[in-house]
């Protein structure tokens, strides 16, 4: 049994995330011995699993809708595969966004125009 400091330690995390994520769904509600939160192995798996989704650009929201509570989404490497692509697709597309919005940015480096109302440089 791990206390909930013993945890949050060993996954790299404040006890107040851990909490957090009980509260969010992410995580189980913790068994409580004498009203502290105790945890096993299978919960600190849990959360490197959290952690490393969280990592790879997973939202909190993204990782309760995918049941991050019994982990399916990650619980074969297949189905890891599965989600670790479907992530890299909306990444990539995100930044197809960002790209675009940085290009268009840049159009307006020398900008001189009174506003930007009257900017033909934003026409694109
Ligand atoms: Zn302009």
Redo the contacts with the bound molecule.
């Keep these: 049994m791990l206390s909930i400091g013993t945890l949050a330690k060993k996954a790299g995390l404040a006890s107040s995330a851990i909490r957090y994520y009980e509260k969010a769904g992410l995580l189980p509600r913790a068994e409580r011995r004498n009203g502290q939160r105790v945890y096993d192995a299978d919960d600190l798996l849990r959360i490197s699993l959290i952690v490393k989704a969280r990592k790879l650009g997973w939202s909190i929201g993204e990782l309760r809708r995918a049941g991050a509570l019994a982990m399916p989404a990650f619980a074969t490497p297949a189905l890891a595969k599965n989600e670790l692509a479907r992530k890299r697709a909306a990444l990539k597309l995100e930044r197809d966004h960002i790209d675009a919005r940085l290009s268009a940015i840049d159009g ?1 480096k ?4 009174a506003s ?1 109302d ?5 026409r694109a």
Excluded at 110 to 113: G, K, T
Excluded at 118 to 122: F, M, V, Y
Aim: proline share 0%.
């Design positions: 307006l020398d900008c001189a125009c930007l009257a900017c033909g440089h934003l």
